[in-house]
């Protein structure tokens, strides 16, 4: 089957940006990724939106026909779809556009993800996040998403040994890496005591271990059209992309500090791009929460992570940088831009544009997203030819 | 120009300490303490209202001059918790304080700054010759719904100030800067305002405190360093120490009108009862630079200079703000929600 590329990456900021609202963060991250990508929005063939929740956070759904209305190609009626699979939208819009392009129906399409958090207040927004869960069996009960994450967190350091200090330094890490770009929602850098100081989120988990609520978009054009791959000025090829689900809830499984379908969807995305996991450069994870951060890490590297976590082996000039970009907790978690623009950061590293944060020599590149605690992951691999 | 004429506030002797509240909800004292800079907060008593916080808040400033009552040409009282929808404070005040019939009064609203836009009302009028003397009142007992971040900091009391021309305070120039930003609200019926959490930081209070301070300051040709004494609205500690901070003014210029840690968030009196805590110290020939917010939004600023009539002034006859700040009666949560009303009684 014939090759996928991304030819055109752009981006809003993310972070509460009170004078954007969700149309014009959508449209600007699209013409954004139309300008880089050196193409006309006639160009595009289909529009893919990743939207998590439009519909309360702003009352609108039909997200994708309202980011083709304002990007000003209705009048070509391409079919604009919008994806939603919680806070793994972004990475499933992608999946989507990629497998269209792969399988010869579209030529170049692009993949938008958008979200506006903040028009609603926090605890509203905690409540929508919560829609992520099983209504009837999790938040009917009172559990919300971050309670969940706590509860994972208590049961993995029972099950493992791994220590509080261990995935706090998570959010250390990814603000650290959020400090040197330009687009994050925090570019403050912390210390491990900031993280474990903090106000509780859910014992054990303090504000500092979980992503923040951010406004934001992102988008990418992808396709196999040769000419305009050649006319692009860094194509960049999606090896694979591909996705796995877990039970919704929580209690449905079998541990509920592993993640399964983390395991199953990076096992094949490295599969299908023929690569060995020592050939990946980058990760790109989902640390919506400190923990799922080191549980993902652990469900890609093995055990080992623990280890790699304590020694700092995460950092963008160690052996293996984990959210170069600042991750979720840093660099913002707009839901359904999320996933789009873990895309977007794998496209400046491997164009060598990453500024003060740039990996050196990076080839191959994995971003991971996924929705609520493990329940849809979906994982892609960007590189160089 | 129009001066202070005379001034004095009222705040309610009962309090509740931050960490008496947190104790109920399960929170962090220390994350309200340090985070929000709020200690404790003023309460009302079952028996006290904006009406009778803004009448000792008025007498208090009555006994400090000895301008005539007949002088007294408009009364205006700016307040987000009137004890009525329908039915003025203002009127009942003229009769409570002894003023003449023939004043005009009205009752005004404008979230936290209601106080100082009728301040800047009485100046008009005795700018303009309408009246010779004129009385605007910033009066509050707000509101917080149980369990928000707003009941560590909705607290009561009043400041009233006597503007005319003779006063021993010249305002030497006021401005306001007003947009439609929705921070905070409380529509007709709720027994609640509803904010909006982290939009009332940036967008909201610090936009708007900032850009009245430096237009007034531009428009004036100051800078910080030519005030004695700063004072900004003061929602809870946290927002006017960083708002001091950014527009360069040092911490001694401002503690002096910084209540709210020990008193919470007197809404309407808020800003102005920080400026009476400074006018119960400041000397001749003193500038002070008065900045208050409004959620809605809107900032008023005044530049003021103390002249030398400061001397007839008998700050004596009345309480000083310290001296009422300093004669707690400390509350338990379920005493502060019986006075507060939070209690379904029988009847009710």
């Not at chain 1, 160009?43 to 990007?71: C, H, K, M, P, R």
């Not at chain 2, 309407?268 to 119960?280: F, H, Q």
Request: charged share 25%.
């Amino acid at each position: 089957m014939r090759d996928v590329y991304i030819i055109g990456a752009g981006t809003t900021k993310f972070g509460e940006l009170w004078d954007s609202s969700l149309r014009e963060l959508a449209s600007e991250a699209g013409l954004k990724a139309l300008m880089d990508a050196g193409i006309y929005a006639e160009d595009i063939d289909a529009l893919y939106g990743a939207n998590t929740s439009g519909g309360q956070f702003v009352d609108q759904e039909q997200v994708a026909a309202l980011i083709a209305d304002y990007s000003g190609i209705s009048e070509l009626n391409i079919p604009s779809i919008r994806i939603e699979a919680g806070s793994a939208s972004g990475g499933a819009a992608l999946l989507q556009a990629f497998l269209a392009v792969k399988s010869g129906q579209y030529e170049t399409v692009a993949v938008g993800g958008v979200e506006k958090m903040t028009d609603v207040p926090s605890e509203v927004a905690n409540e929508i996040i919560g829609g992520s869960l099983d209504a009837e069996w999790e938040t009917f009960f009172g559990a919300t998403e971050a309670s969940l994450a706590a509860m994972v967190a208590k049961r993995h350091e029972y099950d493992t040994g791994v220590k509080r200090e261990d995935y706090a330094q998570f959010p250390v890490i990814a603000h650290k890496h959020g400090s040197m770009n330009e687009t994050s929602h925090f570019r403050n850098v912390i210390k491990i005591e900031d993280v474990l100081k903090a106000p509780f989120v859910s014992e054990p988990l303090t504000v500092f271990d979980t992503a923040p609520i951010s406004d934001g978009a992102s988008a990418l054009i992808i396709s196999a059209d040769k000419k305009k791959i050649k006319n692009a000025e860094h194509p960049l090829r999606i090896k694979s992309s591909t996705a796995a689900n877990d039970f919704l809830s929580l209690h449905d499984r079998k541990s509920i500090d592993r993640f399964g379908a983390v395991r199953k969807s990076t096992k094949s995305a490295l599969e299908l791009a023929g690569l060995e996991v020592g050939k990946v450069d980058v990760f790109e994870i989902h640390d919506s929460y400190s923990i799922a951060g080191l549980i993902q890490m652990e469900e890609i590297l093995g055990k080992e992570a623990i280890r790699m976590t304590r020694d700092g082996e995460f950092y963008y000039n160690s052996s293996h940088p984990v959210n170069v970009s600042g991750g979720l907790k840093a660099h913002g978690n707009p839901l359904g831009a999320s996933g789009v623009y873990q895309a977007v950061e794998a496209v400046l590293q491997l164009r060598g544009n990453a500024g003060t944060r740039q990996v050196k020599n990076a080839e191959n590149i994995m971003i991971h997203n996924m929705g609520g605690l493990g329940t849809t992951s979906v994982t892609s691999i960007i590189g160089v030819d | 120009m129009s001066s202070i004429v005379s001034y004095g506030s009222y705040i309610p002797r009962y309090r509740i300490r931050s960490e008496e509240i947190a104790k109920e909800w399960g929170e962090n004292p220390e994350n309200i303490k340090n985070g929000l800079l709020i200690y404790s907060k003023s309460v009302p008593g079952p028996d006290e209202d904006v009406l009778t916080i803004s009448a000792e808040a008025a007498k208090n400033a009555l006994r400090r001059s000895s301008i005539d009552k007949k002088t007294i040409g408009a009364i205006y009282v700016g307040s987000e918790s009137h004890p009525y929808a329908v039915k003025p404070t203002s009127s009942i005040l003229v009769e409570a304080l002894g003023l003449p019939y023939d004043i005009h009064s009205a009752d005004y609203e404008f979230a936290c700054k209601a106080g100082t836009a009728a301040m800047q009302n009485v100046m008009g009028m005795v700018d303009s010759g309408m009246i010779e003397n004129g009385i605007a009142i910033g009066s509050d007992t707000s509101q917080g719904a149980p369990g928000d971040a707003l009941e560590y900091s909705a607290s009561a009391g009043g400041t009233a100030i006597i503007i005319g021309k003779e006063g021993f305070a010249d305002i030497n120039r006021t401005y306001s800067f007003t947009t439609d930003t929705p921070d905070f609200w409380r529509r007709e019926g709720e027994k609640y305002p509803s904010h909006g959490g982290r939009f009332t930081g940036e967008p909201a209070y610090f936009k708007h405190v900032i850009t009245a301070a430096k237009r007034m300051m531009e428009m004036q040709s100051t800078k910080p360093e030519d005030y004695d004494y700063a004072v900004f609205h003061q929602p809870n500690g946290k927002f006017p120490t960083r708002a001091a901070k950014m527009l360069g003014f040092k911490d001694e210029q401002v503690k002096d009108g910084l209540l709210t840690p020990y008193i919470g968030n007197t809404y309407s009196s808020s800003m102005i009862i920080g400026l009476s805590a400074i006018l119960d110290k400041a000397k001749s020939g003193d500038r002070i630079l008065a900045v208050a917010f409004g959620s809605g939004a809107g900032s008023d600023a005044f530049d003021i200079t103390v002249n030398d009539r400061i001397k007839n002034l008998r700050r004596e006859n009345s309480p000083g703000v310290m001296e009422q700040v300093n004669r707690p009666i400390w509350l338990d949560y379920a005493t502060y929600v019986k006075f507060r009303g939070k209690i379904i009684m029988r009847g009710a």
